[in-house]
Each structure stands twice: as C-alpha cells, then as structure tokens.
C-alpha cells in the first residue's frame, strides 16, 4: 500500500517537469523528467520503505546480454522478456527493431571488448540504455555511424554510473543522446 501515494506523487512530478523541460528549452528532453524526479525518490523511497532488495546475480553467460538488454528497460533480467520487447518492437517498424536489436549486440561487443565484468554485462545493465538510444536515433534518422558512437558512449556511461555509485536509469542514455544530437547538428537529417 505504501508503494501506491509514492507512485502517484512521482508520476505527477514527472508529469510537471516533463512540461517545464518542454516549455523550457528547444531540445528534447526525452527521459529527462524521469531521470531527475527518479533521483530525488529513490533516496525517499529508500528511507521510506526501508533497503533496496540486493540485486540477482547471475551465471548467464555474457551473450545473454543481447537478450536482457531489452528486458531491463521494464527492469528485468529475463531474456524471454527480452525477446518480447523486441518483437513488440518489431511490430511497430521492423527497422527500429533492427536498430535496437543491433544496439543490443553493440552494446555487448563493447562491454566485452572493454573487460567490463561478466554480471553487469549479463543481467542487461550495460545495453538498455543502448537500446533505448537506437529507438530514438532510429525515429530521428540519424546516421549509422552516429548511431554507433552513441551506442558505446551510452555503454561507458552506464559503467561510470555503476563504478560510480550512482542509480543509472536512462541519464546514460539522455548524455549520450545529446551528445550525439549536438556533435551531428548540422549534417544529416537530424541536423534541421
């Protein structure tokens, strides 16, 4: 029961600052309003309702990861959620599912090239937010290139979050998004 006034009060502050960024400024501002009201309610949530439960390891191997990379964008580790995800995907538009699922596979050929370790990798929390920024390039038509350097920005910045301490949500994603959107205005499609 407690869950229920925590979630009404973030999706209502989500909602208001979603429109405030609109209104605010010319970019998009994608997950931002989720991202920002996210970190001010964890630490609430936290105290609130007491510890996070401990996260579930894994002895996936690495390549699951292509898998539940697409499952933790509905937080979950599972591949079969994965595989759902992209057909749901895939029923919109089949290219952005081939976006997302070759950023699923990037985002693992990073990681791994990086010697990033195995858990992380495998339960998904390195790639979402490489998916997640697929779809939205996808939808921009930028270019492929871009496309893959934003790709392993958004896979580094997850790791740095993660070293970090910090609860990464989309914020990895939204910088490397931006990033992307502002090293590529200018040329291309996306540049107008």
Do not use: D, K
């Amino acid at each position: 029961w407690m869950l229920l006034p925590l979630a009404l009060l973030g999706g209502g502050l989500t909602a208001l600052v979603r429109v405030g960024l609109i209104r605010a400024t010319p970019i998009p501002s994608f997950t931002a309003a989720y991202v920002l009201v996210g970190w001010v309610m964890l630490p609430i949530c936290t105290r609130w309702l007491g510890e996070a439960a401990p996260g579930v390891a894994s002895s996936a191997p690495h390549a699951i990861a292509i898998l539940t990379n697409s499952a933790q964008v509905l937080f979950l580790a599972s591949p079969w959620v994965g595989v759902l995800v992209v057909v749901a995907v895939a029923l919109h538009s089949r290219t952005a599912a081939i976006w997302v699922a070759l950023a699923s596979v990037l985002a693992w050929l990073t990681a791994w090239a990086c010697g990033l370790p195995a858990e992380p990798i495998a339960m998904g929390y390195l790639g979402y937010n490489a998916m997640i920024l697929a779809a939205a390039l996808h939808a921009r038509q930028t270019s492929i290139v871009s496309a893959i350097g934003g790709v392993v920005a958004s896979v580094l910045l997850s790791w740095l979050c993660r070293e970090w301490g910090v609860i990464a949500l989309s914020a990895p994603f939204l910088a490397a998004a931006w990033l992307t959107m502002l090293l590529t205005r200018g040329r291309g499609p996306e540049g107008g």
